[in-house]
Every structure is written in C-alpha cells, then in structure tokens.
C-alpha cells in the first residue's frame, strides 16, 4: 500500500504535520491487518493539503493485564514529545484527535526504504535478511557478529538450527536504544524501525510503553552495559531539565500518562545518567519481545 502524495498548492506554505493531523478531515482508506489493535490507513486533508496518516482508535485497543485499559493512543503521543524534546525526531509526527470511530492517535505515514544494501551496508557476512528493517537486522551464523554489527542473541531459525540476531552499529539505532530506555518501551520489533530513503530513521508502535514497573524489551540490546555517548548524556540532562514541574512537556505529559508514570521516567532518566551506560536485561521480564518481527 502506497501513500498518496502530499498535495502543495502552488504558494500556499504548508501546514506543520501535526496541524495537519490535528485539523485535517480523515478518511479512512484501509486497514492494516497484521496489527493486533485496529490500525486504519487514513488520508488526511486540511485547506487543500493532504497527507496519508495512520489512525489508532482507541475503542480498537485490545486490553492488556499490565496496562490500563484506553491508553494506549495516549503512550504513543507521550512517546512522541519524549522523542521531540530529545531533538532526534525519531518518532513520526503524532497527535490525540477525534476520528471517524472515536478518539484515537493520528500518525504521519512514513514509507519505508525497502532493500537490504541502504546507507547501513550489506548484510551480515555470511548471514541472511533478518525481519524487519532492511540493513538494520540480520541472522548470521556464526558466534560472533562482523564488523559493523552488534550482537543480540541466538535464535533458533528453522529445524533446530541456530543463527545470530545482529543489529547494525548505527548512531540511529543508539540513539533509539536510548529514547526506548527512557520511555520504557515493552516491545521494540523489528518491524517497528523504518529507515527511510533519505537516510532518515523513524521508529513506530509506541502503546506498550511509560509503565511504571521495568518492562523494556527490545532488540536492541546490542549496547547493554557500554558506555553512553556524550551526546546522549547531553540530552538526558535536557530531558531531567524539562521533567521538573511546570514545564511545558512536564503539562503536556500529565495529559496523557499518570503521575506515577511521570515520576517513574523521572526515575529511569537519573539512573541512565547516575550509571552513565546503557541499560542491561533486569531478568525479571523477557528481554526480548516475542514474535520479534
């Protein structure tokens, strides 16, 4: 499914996206259907600009035991100001908005490069297309993972054999390893990154996330326990800065997750940077998220 082209009429400077999803009419043009909540593909229009976008209604979340019921579209826009206020822009444009069946979370659609051979390289030697984003993941055999590529874990693939889960050693990924960290994000797929013809990288499907208790699992793990960057401790600081109270992302935060939700990424954000490293699996809830595609 492609998305439509946006459309710029000649001398009109156009909307921010997040206007545009927040103001714009949805039409509903599909649904995805591997997703296990209701995800409708929409277009939306607003004073003759258009965009494709993706629509969660909240009445199509499927209830969770360890998250409370209706909040999902709510984590996702919590998920994007946390990605916004790190300035990575990680996460696409996302707004809370009525919609054609009520409520939900409105997502400008990205489109995914497709290929395994984009800026990152060529996958694993020896090794074979992981699920997921193209030149990011791989299965290698092997023990160890080849230059460029940090290890996850062993996987077993097909009649018993086992390959090597790898991702890319790419400053994108760290820098999401490290806003995942933060928004403590219970499932990071692979299916969830979505590297784009410019180089860019966008990660989506941010529901399960801000619980107050650990429940980080990802796939990449590739870092557990090294160093942080400077860049990234520069920005967590910002991050401890703009979580005191009164501040505007404090406010707009309060909107959408609980105070004990806030107090518990407060918490996260001063222990990343107290240990100064990225974090390891806690063993007390599977690192890894299952199926990881």
Known sequence: MSAPERISPR??????????LARGVLTVRGRVREASNAVLYCAVEYEGHSAACVYKPVAGERPLWDFPDGTLAQREVAAYELSEATGWGLVP??????????????????????GGDGENGEDGEDGEDGDGAPGLLALVDGEEPGPGWKAVAFAEVDEGRTALLVHADDERLRRLAVLDAVINNGDRKGGHLLPTADGRLYAIDHGVTFNAD?????LLWGWAGEPLTDEALTVLRRLADRLADGDPLTARLVELITEAEIAALRARIAALLRSGRHPKPSGQWPAIPWPPV
């Open 93 to 114: 444009p996302t707004v809370l908005r009525d919609g054609p069946y009520g409520q939900g979370m409105c997502q400008l659609w990205i489109e995914a490069a497709t």
């Open 214 to 218: 650990d429940k980080l699992r990802t």
């Open 11 to 20: 001398g009109v400077t156009p909307p921010e996206p997040s206007e545009l």
